[in-house]
């Protein structure tokens, strides 16, 4: 009923740059928060930032001040910029977002399949 397409990932030097984009589609009535998850090797998921459909957002401590994320309502999308990358970064990216589905009252609980981020040294 709703997919999330996440793109953008891709190998980069460390001190480089990425923008993520994720892209919800299918029978939507409405979209609460959105966010970006990353999961590397051997460690579990962890939140890397939300916004909220007002635009409220909120940060991984190791991410303040070098991500960025926004969202465009009108086209169900957010986005990720991601600065001065290191190679801690190295993770899987998971798009999120909570989603009304039209002709429901309840909430749902959407996921990306997923795009690599690979920084190096």
């Known amino acids: 009923q709703v997919q999330l397409v996440e793109s953008g990932g891709g190998l980069v030097q460390a001190g480089g740059s990425l923008r993520l984009s994720c892209a919800a589609s299918?029978?939507?009535?409405?979209?609460?928060?959105m966010g970006w998850y990353r999961q590397a090797p051997r460690k579990e998921r962890e939140l890397v930032a939300i916004?909220?459909?007002?635009?409220?957002?909120k940060y991984a401590d190791s991410v303040k001040g070098r991500f960025t994320i926004s969202r465009d309502n009108a086209k169900n999308t957010v986005y990720l910029q991601m600065n001065s990358l290191k190679p801690e970064d190295t993770a899987v990216y998971y798009c999120?977002?909570?989603?009304?589905?039209?002709?429901?009252?309840?909430?749902?609980?959407?996921w990306g399949q997923g795009t690599q981020v690979t920084v190096s040294s």
């Open positions: 999120n977002a909570d989603v009304v589905v039209v002709g429901t009252y309840s909430l749902g609980d959407y």
């Open positions: 299918g029978n939507i009535f409405s979209i609460n928060g």
């Open positions: 916004v909220a459909s007002g635009g409220l957002t």
